[in-house]
């Protein structure tokens, strides 16, 4: 049975390789006239997606004097509230009407706005997301009520224990760097932000960040470039500020507990991870092939041993990724409280196994095919493209990745991906976090030294 999986995972690799060697001749860099232009011609339907990738984010929130306000995301979220010429409803509706949708999506250290529709409405759509850019006014009264919405959000996050959970872990375990303060800022930080506020950010990020555009669709698609270059005020000043940063890893001798109090809570929300620096920077296919095999689906080694074996929690993943400056490994998992102990000492022995590479060669194989065959599947839309083709041009990766990945996790060893194991997922060295309620401290006492901390210190 495993030979004839392989077989398919296999016949799914080469049939992705003679598709991809098709669309990589589809992959053209253009220059419309100082702004770099990536364009993948796609004439399987009449549709467009247009990508503004700025390459700054939410590290430039920090204001002289002021601390951080977190305006570079409700900058982005506000575009279309309101400019000189039209109210938000004439906006939504315009927009709506033309079949666009929009979203911006910000991080520590870029930006990008996106929006994508049907060919035939590509003008419109583009001259009203770059008369967005041009003259967006945000009115007083809809960033007065984005803020009250932001903070009730945050308040009403303690009614979340998962997403909580994942907030505290994020600041905790990029403690050190300047990761780790969430994007989107804290209630405190939220009060200072003003309209003023927001159009001096829309202004830096029109005139000083560095852009590059990500466009996939027919040759049609280019008819925009006059729009662009005219109409968003980008022509000639594109901008030339990247955001970097160089964190380097420090050693941690032994790992940090933390309990997070939450009265009222029914499980145990578990966190276990921490950042990496480049020094530990691994190549994309073994640091993805070792969060699949720990925690990347059904068959995954945690999910078999915590899930099925043992019935200590309905699910368990984990993950490792990087950035341009930075990483993070984690593993995510619930349960019920008084499995606590036992799902601890479960991970502690399974990872005792893990690191010394004590696991079948079918069990690794079997992650390795999964994680080819699957690869494939994330692109069957043209705007999953344009995503990993900006990711890897942000991390300062080669785009022939894209479609070398599934050679590079064939080539992939059980050692190397062990190695990777070992430098990242140590459990002698990470952050661990539970979130539950107050009686919980009682039962992890014997698991480790836990700081007790207020969650109201993170939202």
Request: net charge positive; proline share 3%.
């Amino acid at each position: 049975m495993m030979g004839r999986i392989i077989t398919l995972w296999s016949v799914l690799f080469f049939a992705w390789g003679a598709s991809w060697a098709q669309t990589e001749e589809r992959i053209k860099r253009l220059d419309w006239n100082g702004i770099e232009v990536v364009w993948i011609e796609d004439n399987r339907l009449p549709l467009y997606n247009v990508v503004f990738y700025f390459a700054d984010g939410a590290l430039s929130d920090q204001v002289e004097g002021r601390g951080m306000v977190p305006s570079t995301e409700m900058m982005f979220s506000l575009l279309d509230r309101g400019t000189n010429s039209y109210s938000f409803k004439e906006i939504s509706d315009n927009l709506e009407f033309y079949g666009t949708n929009y979203r911006p999506y910000v991080t520590h250290e870029y930006s990008t706005y996106s929006y994508s529709g049907l060919m035939k409405d590509i003008i419109p759509a583009s001259k009203m997301i770059c008369h967005l850019f041009r003259d967006a006014t945000y009115p007083r009264d809809e960033v007065d009520n984005a803020k009250q919405l932001a903070i009730s959000g945050k308040n009403n996050m303690v009614r979340a224990p998962d997403a909580l959970a994942s907030r505290v872990f994020r600041e905790l375990s990029l403690s050190g760097s300047s990761y780790n303060y969430p994007f989107d800022g804290k209630i405190k930080d939220i009060k200072k932000i003003d309209r003023d506020e927001l159009q001096t950010k829309l202004k830096y990020f029109n005139q000083k960040v560095y852009k590059k555009i990500y466009i996939a669709g027919p040759s049609d698609i280019l008819q925009i470039k006059n729009i662009i270059n005219d109409e968003c005020g980008w022509q000639g000043r594109g901008g030339r500020f990247i955001r970097s940063g160089n964190y380097r890893q420090s050693k941690r001798e032994k790992s940090e507990y933390y309990f997070i109090p939450v009265k009222g809570a029914t499980a145990a929300y578990v966190r276990i991870g921490s950042l990496f620096g480049k020094e530990n920077f691994f190549e994309l296919a073994p640091l993805e092939l070792s969060s699949t095999f720990l925690g990347g689906g059904f068959t995954s080694k945690l999910m078999q041993e915590i899930r099925v074996k043992r019935g200590l929690s309905y699910g368990i993943s984990a993950f490792a990724a990087r950035q341009k400056d930075y990483g993070r490994v984690g593993i995510v998992v619930s349960t019920d409280n008084a499995k606590i102990p036992e799902l601890f000492s479960s991970l502690k022995d399974v990872f005792a196994e893990v690191l010394q590479g004590k696991f079948s060669e079918r069990e690794f194989k079997a992650a390795r095919g999964y994680l080819m065959g699957s690869y494939a599947f994330r692109f069957e839309q043209s705007s999953a493209y344009i995503n990993q083709l900006l990711y890897l041009d942000h991390i300062g990766a080669d785009a022939s990745l894209v479609y070398q990945f599934p050679a590079m996790t064939k080539k992939t060893t059980k050692k190397e991906m062990v190695e990777v194991l070992k430098k990242l997922f140590s459990l002698n060295q990470q952050v661990i976090v539970v979130l539950g309620d107050p009686s919980l401290s009682t039962i992890l006492k014997p698991i480790g030294d836990f700081k007790a901390v207020d969650f109201n210190d993170f939202l």
